[in-house]
Nanobody
Framework: QVPLVESGGGLVQAGGSLRLSCAAS????????MGWFRQAPGKEREFVAS???????YYADSVKGRFTISRDNADNTVYLQMNGLKPEDTAVYYC???????????WGQGTQVTVSS
C-alpha cells in the first residue's frame, strides 16, 4: 500500500494558483506531522510548509503569505494551497509524514509544478 500519493500539480502562469493534495493511507494519519517539500532541477530538496498533529503550521519565508497548508484528518489528506505563484516556485513537490524528524520521513512520489513567466 502506497503511503502517500500527491496530486494537483500542473502548469500555471505566474500569479496563478494551484492546490496540491496528498492522500495518506493508514489509521494513524492524525498523529503525524505532515509537510510539503520541493526540489527544483539542480537544487536540493527544501522545506516549504508543515502542519503538526494539532494543526500548528510553519512556512518557509519564501512562501509565507502565499501558501497555506491544511489537513483533513477524517479524509487522511493534507493540502497545500498555492496562490501568487512565481516562476521560482517551479519544482517537484513532495508530501512527507513523520513522527520524528524529516530525514526519517516517508515520502510520496512527487507532483510537478511549473510556473511560466
Amino acid at each position: 500500500q502506497v503511503p502517500l500519493v500527491e496530486s494537483g500539480g500542473g502548469l500555471v502562469q505566474a500569479g496563478g494558483s494551484l492546490r496540491l493534495s496528498c492522500a495518506a493511507s493508514g489509521r494513524t494519519f492524525g498523529s503525524y506531522r505532515m509537510g510539503w517539500f520541493r526540489q527544483a532541477p539542480g537544487k536540493e530538496r527544501e522545506f516549504v510548509a508543515s502542519i503538526s498533529s494539532n494543526a500548528v503550521t510553519y512556512y518557509a519565508d519564501s512562501v509565507k503569505g502565499r501558501f497555506t497548508i491544511s489537513r483533513d484528518n477524517a479524509d487522511n489528506t493534507v493540502y497545500l494551497q498555492m496562490n501568487g505563484l512565481k516562476p521560482e516556485d517551479t519544482a517537484v513537490y513532495y508530501c512527507g509524514k513523520t513522527n520524528t524528524v524529516w530525514n526519517r520521513a516517508s515520502w510520496g512520489q512527487g507532483t510537478q509544478v511549473t510556473v511560466s513567466s
